[in-house]
């Protein structure tokens, strides 16, 4: 008879990187799929073939076997420190679909939360920029401000909200914006280098100057500098 499958193994560190949520890894087998998160799931791939009955609870053995097995073969630690590019508002609302306005993971008290309990803060995130994208603004601020009445740590919608009042020449909106941002980040290129720039909109070059200096030394790349140094 052919051997068995060798068990899989997958990640996500994507919301632990945009948004301080906890990361995901998982271990399949032939028969099981265990998912370690803050609220474990295992599984029965036969039965449910579309993971949609949770059996973690049900089944301690397996799930307390295939926990050690995936922490065994696959720990449980950071990929190091996300990196951010330093652009400006303009460009950043053209990424922002896209999910290139990364944070870096912010800092949390507590234990993380785990992903699947901020379905409903992630929806809420991703209908906010789809609005800005058709210009729909005022929504995409109304939503992004309910996004974090429900999580005050989100860094990405923070660093949203700024690049929507920016362009809203709300500049003074948009640097408290990229300041609470940055209390959560504080070496977040994006919001030390749009910082900076509304510093020099507003004509008070020396902020703006120690702004874009604290920017260069965060490796702000000189293709972005040179571009759009005001």
């Known amino acids: 008879c052919r051997d068995a499958a060798p068990p899989a193994y997958s990640e996500t560190w994507y919301p632990y990187y945009h948004f301080g949520w906890s990361p995901l890894t998982a271990i399949r087998t ?16 036969p039965r449910d073939p579309r993971e949609q009955n949770n059996v973690a609870g049900a089944n301690q053995a397996v799930s307390s076997q295939l926990q050690a097995q995936l ?19 303009g460009t950043l609302a053209k990424l922002k679909s896209l999910g290139y306005i990364g944070s870096g993971s912010p800092k949390r008290s507590g234990p ?9 803060v992630y929806t ?8 800005a994208e058709q210009g729909r603004v005022r929504e995409s601020n109304t ?6 009445r429900q999580d005050d740590g989100l860094v990405d919608a923070r660093l949203n909200l700024g690049v929507n009042l920016a362009q809203a020449g709300e500049t003074a909106a948009a640097m408290e914006s990229f300041r609470r941002a940055l209390s959560l980040d504080p070496r977040n290129v994006i919001a030390t280098y749009n910082l900076a720039y509304a510093y020099a909109r507003l004509g008070k070059m020396d902020q703006a100057v120690a702004g874009f200096s604290r920017s260069e030394e965060r490796r702000v790349g000189k293709e972005c500098r040179s571009r759009w140094s005001p």
């Open 112 to 120: 993380l939360p785990d992903p699947k309990d901020k379905i409903g």
């Open 124 to 131: 809420l995130l991703e209908t906010a920029l789809r609005e």
């Open 71 to 89: 922490a065994r073969e696959y720990p449980d630690a950071p990929r190091g420190e996300a990196k951010s590019a330093a652009l400006d508002a």
């Open 143 to 148: 939503h992004l401000r309910e996004v974090l």
């Open 30 to 45: 032939g028969e099981y799929k265990y998912i370690r998160a803050p609220k474990p799931e295992l599984y029965e791939l």
